[in-house]
C-alpha cells in the first residue's frame, strides 16, 4: 500500500491507499481506539480488485498518527469526524463512499451532516445511530466491559501482554457463526502494537462524548446508505441495525446471520459483493415496485422479477437460507461454514449455467430478503453444455460432496414431470427472517404467475414443515423418495384458472 502523512491544522494523519487513484473512492473509517491495520491489507486490496480507490488512515491517538498523552487530548467526536474530510482533502478528492466500522460509522454519519458535499454514499458496518441513547435497545453484553475492565493492570509496554489482551477483546467480540481466527487477529494486532507509540493514548476516544447539536438529525441524511449488521454483535446489539435503518430516510440492511462485532474473514465476500453495488458510479439505493406487505414489523415488502446486478445478494441469501436444510447437511457435511461457502459456490455456478432462470426475490426497504429461483417449461433440465459449465464447480467441492452432490440431482432428476411444468426452487429467505410471512409472499406471487399462464408447477422439499407450506397453494405430493439419505418430496401444482 502507498503511504502518505497529511499534515492539516497541526494534526498529522497517517494513510494508506490501494487501487487506481482513477476509480470511485472508499474512505475507510474504523472504530474508537483502532488504526487502519485492522482493515486488513488483504481486505482492502480485494475491494480495490473490484475497482475502488481505496484509502485507510489512523485516528488520532492510534497508529502512526498524531498521538497525545493518555488523558492529555482536548479533541472531540467532531475533530475526528472532520479529520476525515482532512484525508478527502489531502488527496484533493471532492467526494468519496464512506465505509465506517462501530465508531467510524458513526462517525461517517456525522460527516454526511457537516459536511454533505463530500459524501457518496454510507456503508455502516456494527454501528449505531448519531442520536441519543435509547432506553429501548439492547445494552453492550457485560462481559465486554467486565474483559476491558482489566486494562488498567496491564503493563502496555509488554508487546506478548497487550497484544493478548487484544486477541481477547476480539474473541469476546466474535460471534457464533465463524471459528474465531486467532493468528488473524494475533497478526494484526502486533501489527498494531508496532506502528503505535503508546497504546495507552487510544482510550482518549473513550472521553469523546456524543457530537452535541448533531444528534438525532439522521433524516437530513439523503445519500444512499448500507446498514452491515451482525445478529450477535455483543457490542452493539442487532436492534441497533435496526434503529439506525430505520432512522435514515434511504438505507437499506444487510444482515450477517450470527456475525459479532467483528470483520471476519468469511465475512468478507458477502461484505465486499454488498459495498461493490452499493457503490456503483450513478447508482442509487434500490427502489421496490409494486406493493406487499407482511406481518411481524417487517414493514413494506414487495416482491419482484430479480435483477441481474442483485445475483449475489441472492446467492448469499440462498447459502444462508439453506444452509441447514437436512439435504445440505448430507451432502456438504456437518461443518456449517463449510455448507455456507459450498452452497454459494453451487448457487453462484447455477445463475451463470441457467440463463434461462426467471427468478422471483422479495425486497424489503430495499435490501433483498429472500428469493426463489423459476425454471420456465423445458429448462429445468441441465443440458449437455450446462453441465459443463457446471462440473468446475462440482469438482472444487472435492470429490466426495461431487459425489453425493450428482447422487442428489439424479434422485431429483428422475421424478421430474415429463409434462410441460414451471420448476419452482431453490428458495430462501433470510436465516434471521424465516418464518415472518416473506416465503408466503414470493409463493403467492410465482403461483399467480402460473395461473395467469395456466401453467403446471413442480417443486422438490427435503423438509416436511415445507410439505405443509406448500400444500396451502395448491401443491400436493406426487411421490416421496429418500435422496442421499434423506426423506425428498416431489410436489405438483395444476393451475387454478386458465389465463387468455
Known amino acids: 500500500m502507498i503511504t502518505t502523512d497529511i499534515e492539516t491544522n497541526g494534526v498529522s494523519l497517517h494513510c494508506e491507499t490501494v487501487g487506481e487513484p482513477t476509480d470511485p473512492p472508499v474512505l475507510l473509517i474504523m472504530g474508537a481506539m483502532s488504526s487502519a491495520v485492522w482493515w486488513p491489507e488483504e481486505f482492502c486490496r480485494q475491494l480495490a480488485g473490484r475497482g475502488r480507490y481505496v484509502i485507510r488512515y489512523d485516528h488520532r491517538d492510534t497508529g502512526k498518527s498524531t498521538s497525545y498523552g493518555p488523558g492529555e487530548a482536548s479533541y472531540t467526536v467532531e475533530d475526528l ?5 482532512r484525508v478527502l482533502n489531502g488527496y484533493e478528492l471532492d467526494r468519496a463512499h464512506l465505509v465506517g466500522m462501530s465508531l467510524g460509522g458513526y462517525l461517517a454519519q456525522l460527516v454526511a451532516l457537516k459536511h454533505p458535499g463530500h459524501v457518496l454514499t454510507l456503508t455502516l458496518i456494527a454501528s449505531e445511530r448519531l442520536a441519543l441513547a435509547d432506553p429501548e435497545l439492547s445494552v453492550m453484553d457485560p462481559s465486554v466491559g467486565a474483559y476491558h475492565a482489566r486494562a488498567a493492570e496491564l503493563d502496555w509496554s509488554d ?6 489482551y487484544q486477541v481477547g477483546a476480539w474473541r469476546i467480540n466474535s460471534g457464533s457463526a465463524h471459528t474465531f481466527d486467532e493468528p488473524a487477529i494475533r497478526a494484526l494486532a502486533e501489527a498494531d502494537f508496532d506502528r503505535t507509540p503508546d497504546p495507552r493514548a487510544a482510550y482518549n476516544h473513550a472521553d469523546l462524548g456524543d457530537a452535541v447539536g448533531w444528534v438525532d438529525r439522521l433524516d437530513e441524511i439523503d445519500v444512499p446508505a448500507l446498514v452491515v449488521h451482525g445478529t450477535e454483535d455483543p457490542v452493539l446489539p442487532y436492534s441497533h441495525a435496526l434503529a439506525l435503518e430505520t432512522a435514515l430516510p434511504n ?72 444452509r441447514d436444510n437436512p439435504l445440505h447437511v448430507a451432502a456438504y457435511g456437518q461443518d456449517a461454514e463449510r455448507r455456507l ?16 432462470q426467471q427468478p422471483i426475490c422479495a425486497i424489503r426497504g430495499g435490501t433483498l430478503v429472500g428469493v426463489t429461483g423459476v425454471a420456465p417449461a ?57 418464518g415472518q410471512g416473506i416465503g408466503s409472499l414470493i409463493v403467492q406471487e410465482h403461483c399467480r404467475r402460473l395461473d395467469s399462464a395456466g401453467e403446471v408447477g413442480y417443486l422438490e422439499t427435503d423438509k416436511r414443515e415445507n410439505v405443509r407450506f406448500y400444500a396451502r397453494f395448491g401443491f400436493e405430493v406426487i411421490a416421496e423418495e429418500p435422496v442421499i439419505g434423506v426423506p425428498n418430496w416431489f410436489m405438483r401444482r395444476e393451475p387454478t384458472f386458465v389465463g387468455s
Do not use: N, Y
Open 378 to 434: 423445458g429448462t429445468c433440465q441441465a443440458t449437455p453444455m450446462q453441465r459443463l459449465r457446471l462440473l468446475p464447480s462440482l469438482t472444487a467441492l472435492g470429490p466426495r460432496t461431487a459425489a453425493r452432490m450428482g447422487s442428489w440431482i439424479s434422485g431429483w432428476a428422475k421424478h421430474d414431470p415429463h409434462e410441460a411444468h414451471v420448476h419452482l426452487g431453490p428458495l430462501a429467505v433470510d436465516a434471521h427472517l424465516q
Open 81 to 85: 469526524a472532520d479529520d476525515a474530510v
Open 251 to 322: 438505507a437499506s440492511l444487510f444482515t450477517l446471520e450470527g456475525t459479532g462485532h467483528e470483520l471476519h474473514r468469511a465475512d468478507w465476500p458477502a461484505i465486499l459483493d454488498s459495498v461493490e453495488q452499493h457503490t456503483v458510479p450513478g447508482a442509487k439505493s434500490p427502489v421496490t415496485e409494486g406493493a406487499g406487505g407482511a406481518g411481524h414489523g417487517l414493514g413494506a415488502i414487495s416482491v419482484r422479477d430479480l435483477r441481474p446486478e442483485e445475483i449475489p445478494e441472492a446467492v448469499a441469501v440462498l447459502a444462508r437460507g439453506m
Open 159 to 164: 508487546r506478548d501482554a497487550v497484544v493478548s
Open 341 to 356: 461457502r459450498c452452497h454459494a459456490r453451487l448457487m453462484r455456478a447455477l445463475f451463470r449455467a441457467f440463463s434461462d
